[in-house]
């Protein structure tokens, strides 16, 4: 069975379906770990309430290999998963698990990527720019924010009129639908 460790910076709403789609049946891996950087968010709730351990980093235990590798190790992990995770991966742990860390991106890559551009600063860019469409880009994870090759995208429209909110609801909903199956899908691929 693959192990996961999911990291996260905040909410945990991604962190939480995916620990509850790989709960629901046998579908050869489970979340074995959380990893937050931030000792007082509700995603350390919604592991626990999940039974699923959580260790919270700060940045210098985050940076240290010495820390991080056997900790992930321990919890035999195969793949890890950004989920709203804020800091850049070491080039250790890029090493260590190459092609084996992927995230999740609001928008349809590359366009609202990169330094600075995340959750709500990149649905108000969307919106500001008067796209039609926007979506997910789900990829491996590189040195380069948001620049590693890109595994899935879904996409939605935006209609004259929507929010920054209006969409956020809407690329939230791409999320729940669509990570947890291209997770598994990459498990497959792994357990072969």
Same mark, same amino acid.
């Given at each position: 069975m693959s192990k996961i460790a999911i &990291? +996260?910076?905040?909410?945990?709403?991604?962190?939480e379906a995916i620990i509850k789609y790989f709960q629901a049946e046998d579908r050869g891996a489970e979340v074995a770990?959380?990893? =937050?950087n931030h000792p007082d968010v509700a995603v350390i709730g919604r592991a626990f309430r999940?039974?699923?351990?959580c260790v919270v980093v700060n940045r210098s235990v985050f940076n240290n290999p010495e820390v991080m590798l056997p900790m992930l190790d321990? +919890?035999?992990?195969?793949?890890?998963?950004?989920?709203?995770?804020?800091?850049m991966i070491p080039? &250790?742990?890029? /090493?260590?698990?190459? /092609? /084996?860390? @992927?995230? @999740? %991106?609001?928008?349809?890559?590359?366009k609202y990527g990169g330094k600075g551009m995340y959750g709500h600063h990149v649905h *108000?860019?969307?919106?500001?720019?008067? *796209? @039609?469409?926007?979506? @997910?880009?789900? %990829?491996?994870?590189? *040195?380069? =924010?948001d620049g590693?090759?890109?595994?899935?995208? +879904?996409?939605t429209n935006v209609h004259p009129g929507d929010t920054a909110e209006d969409v956020e609801a809407k690329v939230h909903t791409l999320e729940y639908i669509h990570f947890a199956p291209v997770i598994h899908d990459l498990v497959k691929k792994l357990n072969k």
């Amino acid at each position: 069975m693959s192990k996961i460790a999911i &990291f +996260a910076s905040g909410n945990g709403s991604n962190a939480e379906a995916i620990i509850k789609y790989f709960q629901a049946e046998d579908r050869g891996a489970e979340v074995a770990l959380v990893v =937050c950087n931030h000792p007082d968010v509700a995603v350390i709730g919604r592991a626990f309430r999940l039974g699923v351990p959580c260790v919270v980093v700060n940045r210098s235990v985050f940076n240290n290999p010495e820390v991080m590798l056997p900790m992930l190790d321990n +919890a035999g992990v195969d793949l890890i998963v950004l989920a709203g995770f804020m800091l850049m991966i070491p080039d &250790f742990m890029l /090493r260590a698990y190459d /092609r /084996r860390i @992927i995230n @999740i %991106h609001p928008s349809l890559l590359p366009k609202y990527g990169g330094k600075g551009m995340y959750g709500h600063h990149v649905h *108000e860019a969307v919106v500001a720019a008067g *796209e @039609i469409e926007t979506g @997910i880009t789900i %990829h491996y994870v590189s *040195e380069v =924010c948001d620049g590693g090759d890109i595994i899935y995208q +879904a996409t939605t429209n935006v209609h004259p009129g929507d929010t920054a909110e209006d969409v956020e609801a809407k690329v939230h909903t791409l999320e729940y639908i669509h990570f947890a199956p291209v997770i598994h899908d990459l498990v497959k691929k792994l357990n072969k």
